[in-house]
Nanobody, 117 residues
Framework: EVQLVESGGASVQPGESLRLSCAAS????????MSWFRQAPGKGLEWVSS????????GYENSVQGRFTISRDNAKNTLYLQLNSLKTEDTAMYYC??????????RGQGTQVTVSS
């Protein structure tokens, strides 16, 4: 059974940084593409970023390009998302998900990121 557990969310001020983590189990993490999604209050699920299994190919949603960085440690079965220069519009529940950019793939319970002054 695929299990994904996100952590690292917090309440921060605009311009600050966070690093989200996603601990994966129940599948062969090192051969799986992985993604981050987010859902802001009252809005639909939004794709944020994806990385291929080997960590050499990445993709980002336009509004986070240059501010967020996806990475992974296959030895630790962990996916990361570094969030820099946070904006109020980045406030959302962040989810990691198995596979590249599919909203229908298994994802975790989420970790809350709140950006406010």
């Amino acid at each position: 059974e695929v299990q994904l557990v996100e952590s690292g969310g917090a309440s921060v001020q605009p311009g600050e940084s966070l690093r989200l983590s996603c601990a994966a189990s129940g599948f062969t993490f090192s051969t799986a593409d992985m993604s981050w999604f987010r859902q802001a209050p009252g809005k639909g699920l939004e794709w944020v970023s994806s990385m291929d299994s080997g960590g050499s190919l990445t993709g980002y949603e336009n509004s986070v390009q240059g501010r967020f960085t996806i990475s992974r440690d296959n030895a630790k079965n962990t996916l990361y998302l570094q969030l820099n220069s946070l904006k109020t519009e980045d406030t959302a529940m962040y989810y990691c998900a198995k596979d590249w950019g599919s909203a229908y793939s298994p994802r975790g319970q989420g970790t809350q990121v709140t950006v406010s002054s």
